[in-house]
């Protein structure tokens, strides 16, 4: 089945609000709108009224199905039970005085509408680089049980071609502990697109070709994943070329259960993962989803601000199915 109508199956009938904290953004409207008509799901939009207002007249948009919430004209009940909630949040963290200036922020109300069940997921980014976007939701709504880092991932489609590429978002610089919590939660996230996982751990050198600290994380990575998920093919250090091409796997990486197959591509620091997901998007003609987070309690998407209306619909869909799965 084609990922989109299975996901668009998944969520059917459940209605599940997503907040967009950007609702001022014509490809925001835009996508909500289609969203709403197409049933499936209740999009929330913050910001002024009047101005989305305008913007949706402009361009011919419905907004009959859509919320529009302007938090900086919410009633004074509202916004302190909105305070309170987050002051007790962040209690240690930040001073009341620091959070009542957080909320001026919509990613930081649109993320405590999450936290506080008031809607399914988030998804914004649109207008806002990825740390001012994801930063909220790592302060506010963190990590699931059992999970030490959230990460980014992207889903890169074409044709009947579907790769998954972590971390392409967040993490700056992990060690070969972090690569391997990564390399092991995105196979399991990569099942969610119906990808069966094979996980190659990236690197500029094929099983020992070179010598460099940065090969030594790798390998080390490789062996921390492989022993917390000994089910599933990971290996590595691996080049591009070794884990996707049959012929020059065999050379390199004789008798690897990934090399030449992989599916899920695991980079050793985000130079190499945002890089690497922009180079197959613009020049490789790849549709790329995301940036999409694992590890998170409950959803919360970014965008690239690059991103146009399809990607926006697109990465609602999935926030409201991950709603669903996580
Ligand atoms: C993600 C990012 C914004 C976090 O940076 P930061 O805000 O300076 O991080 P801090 O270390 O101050 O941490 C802020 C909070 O987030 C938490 N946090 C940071 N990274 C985290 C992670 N990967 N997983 C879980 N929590 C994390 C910290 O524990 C901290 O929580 P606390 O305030 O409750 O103690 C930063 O790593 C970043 O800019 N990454 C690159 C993003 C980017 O530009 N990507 C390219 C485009 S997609
Ligand atoms: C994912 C990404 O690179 O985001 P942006 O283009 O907004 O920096």
């Known amino acids: 089945m084609e990922l989109f109508d299975s996901l668009k199956q998944k969520i059917s009938g459940l209605n599940k609000t997503i907040v967009f904290p950007e609702g001022e953004d014509v490809r925001i409207i835009g996508a909500a709108s289609r969203l709403a008509a197409d049933k499936l799901l209740q999009p929330v939009l913050l910001g002024n009224v009047d101005t989305i207002k305008a913007t949706a007249a402009d361009k011919g948009f419905d907004l009959s199905d859509l919320t529009l919430v302007d938090p900086t004209n919410v009633s004074a009940d509202e916004k302190q039970k909105m305070l309170d909630a987050l002051v007790e949040r962040r209690k240690g963290k930040n001073t009341p005085e620091q959070a ?99 996980v190659a751990l990236l690197s500029f050198s094929t099983k ?23 089910d599933v093919p990971i290996d590595g250090e691996l080049q591009f070329d070794a884990a ?50 694992q590890g998170l309690n409950k959803p919360v998407s970014d965008l690239s601000r690059g991103a146009n209306e399809e990607d926006v619909y697109k990465v609602a869909i999935i926030t409201a199915m991950q709603s669903v799965e996580l």
């Open 100 to 198: 009542s200036k957080m909320l001026e922020d919509p990613n930081y109300w649109g993320t405590m509408m999450v936290y506080l069940g008031e809607a399914d997921g988030m998804v914004s980014g649109a207008a806002h680089p990825t740390g001012d976007t994801i930063r909220p939701a790592l302060q506010i709504i963190k990590t699931k049980p059992g999970v030490k880092r959230i990460s980014g991932y992207f889903v890169l489609l074409k044709d009947d071609k579907r790769y998954f590429f972590a971390d392409s978002a967040i993490n700056i610089d992990l060690d070969a502990e972090g690569i391997a919590e990564v390399a092991v939660e995105s196979a399991q996230t990569a099942k969610l697109y119906d990808i069966d996982p094979k």
């Open 244 to 293: 996707v091409v049959p012929e020059v796997a065999a050379s390199k990486a004789p008798g690897s259960p990934v090399a030449g197959q992989a599916n899920v591509f695991i980079f050793p620091e985000l130079d190499s993962g945002n890089i690497g997901y922009k180079i197959a998007q613009r020049l490789g003609g790849f549709e790329a989803l995301g940036p999409l987070l």
């Open 208 to 230: 020992g070709s070179a010598k460099a600290d940065v090969v030594t994380k790798m390998q080390e990575a490789t062996k921390l994943a492989q022993a917390a998920a000994p």
